[in-house]
């Protein structure tokens, strides 16, 4: 029976406010009951119909390439067709690969992350190549642009001797316009849009190119994993850090930093991958920043 999103956050407002006061503040720091909501929809532990409502999808596992899976939709174990032992772990719930085998879809990682199935080489040479087919003029009412080279964004008055096709952006208003560009004695000469979504995506595999991946350092505990990151992931990747928490993160620094639990990193790490990402781990003590 699906249920409303004003019911589910009533009903946990009503439990949990009185041990946290501040759960009934959507502009708290802490995630409001509707993020939550939202971020278990995109995990695939929830699914949002039309008109506000969840409900609860058919189980399914993920596997964690050893002897665990990640457990999300299905609902309380007690309501599953045969007895099966998890326990939580972040947002979701871990149980046995052998005890999902012929019962529940088993899904692998890479399909569960959702990002392109050919991976972000031949992603992205296709997205230029198509890019390319489909430049024009440009014209002069674009101001301040910049090219992303040698892995950051450029200013193109200071990229006198840029030569090529680069991504490109510009700033309109309170966002960033996205576009492939031809540029030639460091003035444009084509472009053509591109979405954000795809400029993202794009950029991760051109920093790698240019021999600037984006480096993200993992320090390690016995039960969680902390990661910072300065970049925003694409929307797919994103969804594995879901399965831990973000963090308060230092201020000014534009880092954001995510708690991870541990049997939970291969997901993390296999999204990072993708993206063509340079992880470095360090083991350290439990309870340590």
């Not at 045969?82 to 939580?88: A, E, F, L």
Request: aromatic share 6%; glycine share 10%.
């Amino acid at each position: 029976m699906p249920a409303s999103t004003l019911s589910l956050t009533s009903l946990v407002r009503r439990r949990l406010t009185p041990l946290w006061p501040a759960l009934d503040d959507e502009q708290a720091t802490e995630p409001g009951v509707k993020t939550i909501l939202e971020d278990l929809g995109e995990l695939g532990d929830l699914v949002r119909l039309e008109g506000g409502r969840w409900l609860i999808p058919p189980p399914r596992a993920i596997n964690l390439g050893g002897t665990l899976a990640v457990i999300t939709g299905g609902g309380p174990a007690q309501t599953f067709p045969w007895s099966i032992t998890m326990r939580g772990a972040g947002r979701l719930r871990l149980a046995e690969v052998d005890a999902c085998a012929g019962r529940i879809d088993v899904w692998e990682p890479q399909e569960w992350i959702g990002a392109p199935l050919e991976g972000l080489q031949a992603w992205s040479t296709q997205l230029l190549t198509s890019a390319k087919a489909q430049l024009k003029p440009a014209t002069n009412a674009l101001a301040n642009v910049s090219i992303r080279a040698s892995g950051k964004w450029m200013a193109l008055p200071a990229c006198a001797t840029a030569e090529g096709l680069f991504l490109a952006r510009c700033r309109t208003g309170p966002r960033f316009e996205y576009f492939v560009a031809q540029v030639s004695g460091g003035h444009l000469r084509q472009i053509t849009g591109v979405r954000p979504g795809q400029a993202r995506r794009l950029q991760f595999y051109l920093d790698a190119q240019a021999g600037h991946p984006m480096i993200v350092r993992a320090y390690v505990s016995p039960t969680q994993v902390r990661l910072r990151l300065h970049r925003y992931l694409p929307r797919e990747e994103t969804r594995a850090l879901l399965l831990g928490w973000q963090m308060p993160s230092p201020g000014g620094t534009g880092a954001i930093d995510y708690s991870i639990p541990r049997e939970m990193f291969p997901l993390v790490r296999q999204a990072l991958a993708g993206l063509h990402v340079d992880v470095t781990e360090r083991q350290i003590a439990e309870g340590r920043p």
